[in-house]
C-alpha cells in the first residue's frame, strides 16, 4: 500500500501563484510514477500532469501546460504542482495519486486507471 496525503491547497486571487505538495509513505516512492489529477464540482476528474519514475519526462494537460509545472524529489518521497497565473477555472480538488506501471507515452500517464494509488485530494479556490 502507499498512503498519499496532499498540502498546499487554499482560497487564493486570481493570478497568483501556488505550489501543492503530495508526501508519500508505505513504499518506494521512486518505484511510482505519480501524477496530479483535478476535480471541479459537477465535473469529471480530469488529468492535470504526471511525472516518470526518476522525474526524466513530464507530461502536462494542455490547459496548464504554460502555467504548471511538476516535479519530484524521490530523497523527500515527495512530488509537487507549482500553479503559476492561477485562474478561477483552475477551481478543483486537487488529488496526487501514484501509478506502478511502466508507463511509455503520455496516453498511459493520463490515464486515471493506471494510478493505483490516490490521496484524499486538497481544495483550490481562484477567486476573479
Known amino acids: 500500500q502507499v498512503q498519499l496525503v496532499e498540502s498546499g491547497g487554499g482560497l487564493v486571487q486570481a493570478g497568483v501563484s501556488l505550489r501543492l505538495g503530495c508526501t508519500a509513505s508505505g513504499r518506494t516512492f521512486s518505484n511510482y510514477a505519480m501524477g496530479w489529477f483535478r476535480q471541479a464540482p459537477g465535473k469529471e476528474r480530469e488529468f492535470v500532469a504526471a511525472i516518470a519514475r526518476s522525474g526524466g519526462s513530464i507530461y502536462q494537460s494542455d490547459s496548464v501546460k504554460d502555467r504548471f509545472t511538476i516535479s519530484r524529489n524521490n530523497a523527500r518521497n515527495t512530488v509537487y504542482l507549482q500553479m503559476n497565473s492561477l485562474k478561477p477555472e483552475d477551481t478543483a480538488v486537487y488529488f496526487c495519486?501514484?501509478?506502478?506501471?511502466?508507463?511509455?507515452?503520455?496516453?498511459?500517464?493520463?490515464?486515471?486507471?493506471?494510478?493505483?494509488?490516490w490521496g484524499q485530494g486538497t481544495q483550490v479556490t481562484v477567486s476573479s
Open positions: 495519486a501514484a501509478s506502478p506501471v511502466n508507463c511509455v507515452g503520455q496516453e498511459c500517464y493520463v490515464a486515471r486507471s493506471q494510478y493505483h494509488y
